[in-house]
C-alpha cells in the first residue's frame, strides 16, 4: 500500500526567506506525486503535479518540487515567499493505475511572517 | 463557470441522529469523489463515482455511510446514525474523468460537528 509522510506539520518563515516543505512517500510500484494547498476557508486547490518526464516540475506562483525516486521524495519548495503564501500544503502519492486514487499527506502549514 | 458546490457548510447534531451532506460538480464532470478529512490530517478518499457508478467504495464504512449519485450528476452523503467519531469535514470533488492525468477540483467542504 502506498504512503505519505509529511514530517514537519507547521513551518514558520519571515516573507521573502526561502522554504522547503518535505515529503517522502512509499510505495512498491511507480506512482504519481502532487502538491495541493489549502488557503484559509478555501478548498484545496492542485499547486503542481509530476507524472513523467521532467523530474523538475514547477507551479505559476514560483513554487517547484523536485521528483527522487531514490530518495522517494517529493519536496516543494520557493526560493522567496510572499505573505500570501500562508496555507496548509498537502502532498499526495497516486499509484500508477491509470485511475486516480490520491493518498494524501497530513499536511504542512506553512506560516509566513513579516 | 462556478466550482464544486457543498451544502451545508457546517452541521452540528447529536450522536444517533442521521445528517446527510450534498455536492454539486462542476458541470460536465464525469468523476465525483467523496473524501472525510479528520482534523489535523489529510483527506482520505470514501467513495468515488464514474458517473452513476460508484467504482471505488472499499474505505466506505457501509454500516452506518451511504451515497447515491442517481443522476450522474449531484450527489448526497449520508451518516446514520452519527458517532462522535465521525466529527470532521467531508469534502466533495469532481474531475472530467477518473484518469489520473485529470485535475480534481475540491469544494469548501462541510464541517461536522457531532456532540
Known amino acids: 500500500a502506498q504512503s505519505v509522510t509529511q514530517l514537519d506539520s507547521q513551518v514558520p518563515v519571515f516573507e521573502e526567506a526561502p522554504v522547503e516543505l518535505r515529503c517522502n512517500y512509499s510505495?512498491?510500484?511507480?506512482?504519481?506525486l502532487f502538491w495541493y494547498v489549502q488557503y484559509p476557508n478555501q478548498g484545496l486547490q492542485l499547486l503542481l503535479k509530476?507524472?513523467?518526464?521532467?523530474?523538475l516540475v514547477e507551479s505559476i506562483n514560483g513554487f517547484e518540487a523536485e521528483f527522487n525516486k531514490s530518495q522517494t521524495s517529493f519536496h516543494l519548495r520557493k526560493p522567496s515567499v510572499h505573505i500570501s503564501d500562508t496555507a496548509e500544503y498537502f502532498c499526495?502519492?497516486?499509484?500508477?493505475?491509470?485511475?486516480?486514487?490520491?493518498?494524501f499527506g497530513t499536511g504542512t502549514r506553512l506560516l509566513v511572517s513579516p | 463557470e462556478a466550482g464544486v458546490v457543498q451544502s451545508p457548510r457546517y452541521k452540528i447534531i447529536e450522536k444517533k441522529q442521521p445528517v446527510a451532506f450534498w455536492c454539486n460538480p462542476i458541470?460536465?464532470?464525469?468523476?465525483l469523489y467523496w473524501y472525510r478529512q479528520n482534523l489535523g490530517q489529510g483527506p482520505e478518499l470514501l467513495i468515488r463515482?464514474?458517473?452513476?457508478?460508484?467504482?471505488?467504495d472499499s474505505q466506505l464504512p457501509k454500516d452506518r455511510f451511504s451515497a447515491e449519485r442517481l443522476k450522474g450528476v449531484d450527489s448526497t452523503l449520508k451518516i446514520q446514525p452519527a458517532e462522535l467519531g465521525d466529527s470532521a469535514v467531508y469534502l466533495c470533488?469532481?474531475?472530467?474523468?477518473?484518469?489520473?492525468?485529470?485535475?480534481?477540483?475540491f469544494g469548501p467542504g462541510t464541517r461536522l460537528t457531532v456532540l
Open positions: 458541470s460536465g464532470h464525469n468523476t
Open positions: 510505495s512498491s510500484v511507480s506512482v504519481y
Open positions: 509530476y507524472l513523467s518526464g521532467s523530474t
Open positions: 463515482y464514474e458517473n452513476e457508478e460508484a467504482v471505488d
Open positions: 499526495a502519492v497516486n499509484e500508477n493505475t491509470g485511475f486516480q486514487k490520491l493518498v
Open positions: 470533488a469532481s474531475s472530467p474523468t477518473g484518469i489520473v492525468e485529470n485535475e480534481q477540483f
